[in-house]
């Protein structure tokens, strides 16, 4: 994506909204992510991020997308990198999230809006808001089943 003014706001709101799931998806060991990359079994990278994100959205929300890369040299430690799509209401979001042993990050590569506004910050607006929408919210009151 040719970046803008407006695109390092969005990859913080995107890198807010899917950090837990990148802490998820760091739990699994890197060489297990490599293998997977390296040998195309991208039905199992799909169902360990669907896995990973059904923890926090709704279903749906966060898919493993295209494929993605790693690096691996001798000395350093491994990266993986996962193209992700992002399907909230209005919007469509196709990232690259790098996990580090230390970190994760994210890159926009394109954003799609279904009905995008003439104004940047309303699309920016509108992506934060469907992203909060398609998280799962903890209730901090007393369940009705625990009665």
């Not at 993986?80 to 799509?85: N, T, W």
Request: include cysteine; charged fraction near 25%; aromatic fraction near 8%.
């Amino acid at each position: 994506m040719r970046k803008c003014t407006y695109s390092a706001q969005r990859e913080r709101i995107v890198a807010e909204a899917i950090g837990p799931v990148a802490s998820e998806l760091r739990l699994l060991d890197a060489a297990d992510l490599v293998s997977l990359l390296r040998f195309e079994c991208y039905g199992n990278l799909a169902d360990l991020v669907s896995s990973a994100a059904e923890l926090y959205f709704l279903p749906g929300t966060v898919v493993f997308g295209a494929g993605g890369d790693y690096k691996l040299d001798w000395g350093g430690e491994p990266e993986v990198i996962l193209d992700l799509e992002l399907r909230p209401r209005g919007c469509t979001v196709y990232a690259r999230l790098q996990l580090g042993s230390e970190q994760a990050g994210v890159e926009i590569t394109h954003v799609a809006f279904e009905n995008p506004s003439h104004d940047p910050e309303d699309n920016t607006t509108l992506l934060a808001e469907s992203l909060k929408d398609a998280q799962f919210r903890r209730s901090s009151s007393p369940s009705a089943l625990s009665h």
